[in-house]
């Protein structure tokens, strides 16, 4: 089957899985070979390892989508576009804030917070949040045909898929409702600091924790209903029918308990599971008669055609247990490749496999 | 010379996702568990036991969960009726669970009195070495460098006193190292060089770099000269073995990007062909290592 078949009407593709398992590679071919059949495509990857930028030529790639030239992928002929970009959280969050804010001096204030520096730059799981609010961010316009996306390593897939529902029982919850009561700003951070429960966290804290925190949820809180339409929105876009997640794994024991417990999380969850793929498999190799070798070449050539053996028979203990867990759900194959799958010509190998 | 790493008491395993990080952590803690050091392997997964389990003859294994933690954290540290009023308050806990880097700052929080000599956990005999099996790289790097941003965000107060205690601990290399692993592969060892850029900008030192997963580079140059002229004929094994070498070969060059940096502090540990990696493979590997 050719991945084009599994994404035949879909808007949004996320792939999701383990690290190491070729999820970046993966989402960049779908999206050259979607651009290739003549559709105008968007990748985001959130890595951190700058992986796609460097397989595209493009040194930096900056928060808004760039046009990849065609020029740099012969052979292959687009009839489509491919854009690019990789996720900068902090930049993602300041335009979010922009764009959700009151006012500009809103914005600047909530900008210049400590507490939102922070939140914005050094906090792991902001690359969750902003790879969703990005997300909301080119599928709204409606002006690319598909979004590919790329994921944080599954252990944080949970907090990916969470994000919306999080954000928006946030801030419909306790913590935020006890900074916005309907007094003053001054009103609100004495009553802060008199409220029981909150000296005891002054204390434990450091005060000027606190006030930096109260500040914070104050600037936020006014933004309350413009950040929860958002995250219903993003909800209903992630179950849509048009949206697809797709999990990547390779065929080895670990990535592929990961690969069958992202899968349950997804169908538990009512999101579009579409399929599978599985890269770097070994393809078996018939037999061959003996070459006519010196003995202790021969020995030594024994030796890697067994430890192959091996490679292949262990993939494919790996491939049978994931084929039983997905209950007929698609599953796509994608062969080792020789060398380091890291250049543009690895990507474009990548890219056959998956569209053959 | 640094202190060796079986004589510190802190080590943390990093490294790009895939990479075996988990595997190379419990080979370290095996191996010292075997020389008789009481040692504790702790995960963030926070999916596992969030008490210490004894899971052989002096290896231990913890959970680390920010939110268990934070509650006894609360009680031993806090106490009293502050620290109960705290534990007990939901709106504390979403609140502490809300702030940017707490969850962090807690499990690293953990982490740190697992190390200590003297340990705060009422009858908790101490441990000789803590390995954590920390999260990928760029999110290793960000949990490493959150007590330093935590201490100047609350600048005062006991949560700025405990950062500032922690961060302390993570840069005093008679306490504490740090591991990267890699595998010979672009991507791994570029990670690597970039982990070990990120954390000098933390005044932190990759201690050793372990690269694993290293195919037998077993074939000399007069060797492949005579494979490749019987090349493309029927012999499939001929074919297979000059797709070993290509890969020992590419690795060589991976390699060499580490050692150039490295130098010294990078080892190897060689790829297992086992159809699982059991006990028996696990050994085979904490045997190799160089400490």
Partial sequence: MSIAELLEGKRVVICAGAGGVGKTTTAAAIALGMAARGSKVAVVTIDPARRLA?????????????????????????????????????????????????????????????????LSTAVAGSQEFTAIAKLHELTSTGEYDLVVLDTPPSRNALDFLDAPARLESFLEGGALKAFLRPTGMGMRVLALSTAPVLAALRRVTGIDLVADLSTFFTLLGTMTESFDRRARQVDRLLHSPTSGFLVISSPQPRPTEEAIWFRGTLVQGGLPFTGAVVNRVHPAVEPG???????????????????????????????????????????????????????????LQIREQLFR | MPVPLLQRRLIFVTGKGGVGKSTVAEALALRAARSGLRTVIADL???????????????????????????????????????????????????????????????????????????????????????????????????????????????????????????????DRDFTAIVGVAIPEELAVGETLELHEALQRERLELDAVILN???????????????????????????????????????????????????????????????????????????????
């Fill in chain 1, 289 to 347: 008669p003996p070459a006519p070798l010196p003995p202790a070449l021969g020995a030594k050539v024994a030796q890697a055609a067994h430890e192959y053996a091996a490679l292949v028979a262990r993939d494919a203990t790996s491939i049978e247990r994931l084929q039983r867990a997905l209950e007929g759900a698609p599953l796509l194959l994608v062969p080792e490749l020789s060398g380091d799958v890291h250049d543009l010509s690895g990507l």
């Fill in chain 2, 213 to 291: 997963c290293c195919h037998p580079d077993r074939f000399e140059p007069p060797e492949v000269e005579t494979l490749t002229a019987l090349d493309g004929g029927p012999y499939t094994s001929v074919r297979l073995a000059l797709g070993a070498d290509q890969r020992a070969r590419m690795e060589r060059e991976q390699a060499a990007r580490l050692e150039r940096r490295f130098g010294e502090r990078l080892q190897r540990l060689p790829y297992l062909f086992e159809p699982e990696l059991d006990d028996a493979a696990l050994g085979r590997l904490a045997a190799e290592l160089r400490l």
């Fill in chain 2, 45 to 171: 997964n926070a999916d596992g036991h969030a008490h210490e389990l004894e899971h052989e003859a002096n290896l231990f294994r913890i959970s680390v969960d920010p939110q268990h933690a934070m509650e006894e954290y609360l009680s031993l540290k806090v106490g009293g009726a502050a620290g109960q009023l705290l534990g007990h308050s939901r709106l504390f806990s979403a609140f502490a669970m809300a702030t940017p880097g707490m969850r962090e700052l807690l499990s690293l929080g953990k982490i740190w009195e697992l190390a200590q000599t003297d340990r705060r956990t009422p009858q908790a005999s101490p441990y000789d070495l803590t390995i954590v099996d920390a999260p990928a790289s760029g999110h290793g790097a960000a949990l490493l460098r959150t007590p330093r941003t935590f201490a100047e965000i609350a600048r005062v107060g006991p949560i700025a006193r405990q950062a500032a205690a922690i961060a302390q601990t993570l840069s």
């Fill in chain 1, 54 to 118: 460097s397989a595209l030529g493009l040194g930096e790639l900056d928060n808004q989508p760039r046009l990849i030239d065609p020029a740099r992928l012969a052979p292959l002929e687009l009839e489509g576009e491919l854009w690019a970009m990789m996720l900068d959280p902090k930049r993602t969050f300041d335009e979010l804030i922009d764009a959700v804010a009151p006012s500009a001096q809103r914005a600047q204030e909530i900008k210049g917070n400590r507490i939102y520096r922070q």
